[in-house]
């Protein structure tokens, strides 16, 4: 299970309850948790919050690039839940946006020394797609266990792959690697305020598609999506609730976002979710100040609800998600109770990457 905090931000002291450390980190802007705005801010020496302006320009940047994904009605799922399916992207998932919105945020040396990424499968795949739009070359490292459907998608677009052992520890090190030995510029998966911003641009189309959404349910890997749809939906709905959800089996953001600093989990312990896409063992420092300060709650799913997310998505909406990319549709339908109460909520589908005999079994079990 979880294994030393790593890269403490705030604790929470014996005896002390969690509404209490909630109350804490809300305190620090102000008491609805609020605080984006326009020009960002700083909280006690952190790093600034990703801003409403950066989302902005990251939208701008990707007018012809991603698809505005619409929000779809899934007959069956009451009481109206609408799902935002990011399987739509031209990579099969919403890691196009803050890929490249990154690359073209560094674009003079990336066209120069080219771009190296480490991902679990679909950020990578989003990588080599921008890269090849750009003409830029591109390096993804991916764990030996990454799923074949991806790895090949990767290497379709023309970028490099080299493959390491699956922890996080082992991509970072091989990218590092990467960029002292070749310049490479690093694109990293979430923890980088050019990714959250363009991740951030899923809220931002929300805001503007259904201003009375109350409700935005996220999937948590690494933190990046859920805090740019935060940053975006909060400055834009203040009264919102955002929502995160990770696999029961790899529920490091869920423990992070209760004990108030960020809590590791063993390599070991998260490959045993089908989730490939969230199997990240540490939430990214800067995504982590975004949760805390912007994110309502964090709750957990297990490998049936998921399956049967993936099943019902399938079947009612005729959207293909992966594991992972369900979650946030596999809370509404299983632990709606943990959610904050909503007339209008909004479901992240946040990938399709899914193995073609994974589905076949997925739905065969119907």
């Not at 009605?73 to 196009?96: H, N, R």
């Not at 641009?201 to 805001?207: D, F, H, R, V």
């Not at 933190?223 to 935060?230: C, H, K, Q, T, V």
Request: hydrophobic share 45%.
């Amino acid at each position: 299970m979880a294994l030393a905090s790593q890269g403490a931000l705030t604790r929470r002291e014996p005896g002390e309850n969690i509404a209490v450390v909630r109350s804490k980190l809300r305190g620090r802007n102000g008491p609805d948790g609020g605080g984006v705005n326009d020009g960002g801010g700083v909280n006690d020496g952190e790093p600034a919050l990703v801003s409403l302006a950066e989302i902005r320009e990251a939208a701008r940047l990707l007018v012809p690039v991603a698809v505005r994904t619409p929000l779809i009605p899934v007959p069956g799922m009451a009481p109206g839940l609408l799902v935002k399916p990011e399987s739509l992207q031209p990579t099969g998932s919403f890691k196009l946006r803050g890929a490249y919105t990154a690359i073209k945020a560094n674009e003079p040396a990336a066209r120069q020394h080219g771009v190296v990424a480490h991902s679990s499968g679909n950020h990578g795949h989003a990588v080599a797609y921008a890269a090849a739009l750009l003409g830029i070359h591109a390096v993804v490292v991916v764990p030996s266990t990454a799923p074949r459907v991806k790895t090949r998608a990767i290497e379709s677009c023309g970028a490099e792959l080299v493959t390491v052992a699956p922890t996080l520890s082992a991509r970072l090190a091989a990218a590092e690697e990467l960029v002292t030995r070749h310049g490479y510029v690093l694109i990293p998966p979430f923890d980088d305020r050019n990714v959250i911003a363009g991740q951030g641009t899923i809220g931002l189309e929300i805001a503007a598609d259904c201003p009375q959404a109350d409700l935005v349910i996220v999937p948590v890997s690494g933190g990046g999506l859920i805090s740019g749809i935060a940053a975006a939906v909060r400055a834009c709905s203040p009264g919102a609730a955002v929502v995160g959800v990770e696999p029961e089996l790899a529920a490091d953001a869920r423990d992070s976002f209760h004990r108030g600093e960020r809590v590791a989990w063993s390599p070991a312990d998260v490959q045993r979710t089908i989730a490939d896409a969230l199997r990240v063992e540490l939430l990214g420092a800067l995504p982590f100040a975004h949760i805390r300060e912007l994110v309502t709650d964090i709750v957990t799913v297990t490998e049936d609800e998921l399956r049967t997310a993936v099943r019902r998505l399938a079947s009612q909406a005729r959207l293909v998600a992966e594991p992972g990319g369900a979650a946030a549709v596999a809370a509404w339908l299983f632990h709606s109770a943990e959610l904050p109460r909503a007339t209008t909520p909004v479901a992240i589908l946040s990938g399709g990457n899914i193995d073609p005999k994974l589905l076949a079994e997925i739905l065969a079990a119907d």
